[in-house]
Structure formats: C-alpha cells, structure tokens
C-alpha cells in the first residue's frame, strides 16, 4: 500500500518557530515529528510513501539522504504552485494508484493503520475518514455519521448548538481510484471543502471508522507544548493491533 504525507504546510501558528523551517520538521523532544508518522507507516509494513512539499521543501529532502526511511522508499514531489491538501495528493499519485493512505504531516498519532485500511477496503467506499471522539467540538473539523458509519455531512469548528458529532476529522483519509479521479489536475483542490461535497453530491458512499489511541492535531504553539508534554508522559502508543506482514 502506498502512503501520501501532506507535509507542504507552512505552520503559520507556530511561528516563529517555522519561520525557518518547514512545519513537519518541528522538533518533538528532539525530533522532526515527521519521524513520528514515518515510524507509525513502517511498523505497518508500509513501504513506500510520497511527501507533497512547497514551503522550504528543501529542508526536508536533506533530512533523508537516501531517500529512504526504516525500508520505506521516500518520493518528494515538490509543488510549484499551491494545489490544496486534494490537489497536492492527485499532484503525487499516479493513475493506477488505488485505496491510498493520506496522513497529515503535523499530527501525532499511534491509530492502528492495518485495522483502518482493513475496514476501507471491506466497506468499498470511494473514501473512508479516520476519526476521533473529542471533548470540545468547537475546536475541529467534525464529521456527521450516522449509525452505519456513513458520513452524511460535515461541520467546520461549530457552536455547541450546531455540534451534531463530536468526530473530528483527523486528515487521514482511504482514498480509492475513483475519487482520486475526481481531483482535477494541477488546481487547488482541497479535500474537506471540495472533494468530499463532490463526493457526496454525486451519491458517493464516504465511511467513517472512528480511530481509537492518541491523536494530538499540531495546529499552534499550545498544541505543540501539549504533545511534549504528552510524549514525556508516554501518553502516544504505538499500535499493537497489527497483521503479520502490515499492510498490503
């Protein structure tokens, strides 16, 4: 199975930290938390992942030498011009690619991947949404699901009266052919606001399979201490559900 890493952001909130660095090489007690998520991707038998680059994209290629890491083949595809989260994935994929793994560069999370994709492809949706239960919904992206896991909507940072879920949406995401399709070619193309309402609109079936584990979204200065903090205190754990071999 291939992996896309969304790692093209520029970390406006943390700086200025990023002002000189590329947000997925923020250190995490000493480590780019890109490491993290590579760590997570070669414990499930992941073997190749390409990393959508634009913001100081240099800094990041130098980091792996090789090009490889812990037997994961590394593809950095730089964009030229901003192409969104969906527009930065289609720019790094290829036409036969199918049920990919797309994984957000500045999270840290231990969800088991294996039982994720497992359920992606028994439920042959065009798109499956890993989420996570949170205490206060104002702060996300919440995913609307209904009692089959379908997704029937989603709702940008709500009030608490419009709080429907309490399902963030994390930014991992089991894409299939056919929706990685639909992502037009070199155009911004965002996967929350354009992708997914396509999806929708043209009866697309999108599951939903709510993520058990840490999951800490990255996203300012008091996220960043938080998952120091949460490192220290052995609060991320990695995967133990895990098929003999990971993920094919």
């Given at each position: 199975m291939k992996a896309v890493i969304m790692a093209g952001g520029e970390?406006?909130?943390l700086r200025p930290l990023t002002c000189d660095m590329p947000k997925?090489?923020?250190r995490l007690c000493g480590r780019p938390m890109l490491e993290y998520i590579l760590d997570l991707l070669a414990l499930h038998g992941i073997r190749e992942a390409a990393l959508t680059l634009r913001y100081l994209p240099g800094?990041?290629?130098e980091h792996f030498p090789e090009g490889t890491y812990k037997g994961?083949?590394?593809d950095f595809v730089e964009e030229t011009s901003p192409?969104?989260?969906a527009g930065g994935v289609k720019n790094a994929c290829q036409p036969e690619d199918d049920n990919i793994l797309i994984i957000s560069g500045d999270a840290l999370c231990d969800f088991d991947l294996a039982a994720f994709a497992a359920y992606h492809k028994k439920g042959g949706a065009a798109v499956a949404i890993l989420g996570k239960q949170v205490e206060d919904p104002r702060?996300?992206?919440l995913i609307d699901v209904d009692d089959t896991g379908r997704v029937a909507g989603f709702i940008e940072k709500p009030a608490f009266s419009q709080a429907v879920s309490d399902l963030a949406n994390t930014g991992i995401y089991m894409l299939s052919k056919r929706a990685l399709a639909l992502i037009p070619h070199g155009e911004s193309f965002d996967f929350a606001r354009d992708l997914f309402p396509l999806l929708l609109s043209r009866g697309e079936t999108l599951h939903c399979w709510e993520g058990q584990g840490y999951w800490c979204d990255i996203g300012d200065a008091s996220a960043y201490l938080h998952a120091h903090i949460d490192l220290l205190d052995g609060k991320m754990?990695?995967?133990t559900a895990i098929r003999p071999?990971?993920?094919n």
């Open positions: 970390g406006s909130r997925p090489m923020a800094q990041i290629v994961i083949k590394l192409l969104g989260t702060e996300y992206g754990k990695l995967a071999g990971g993920v």
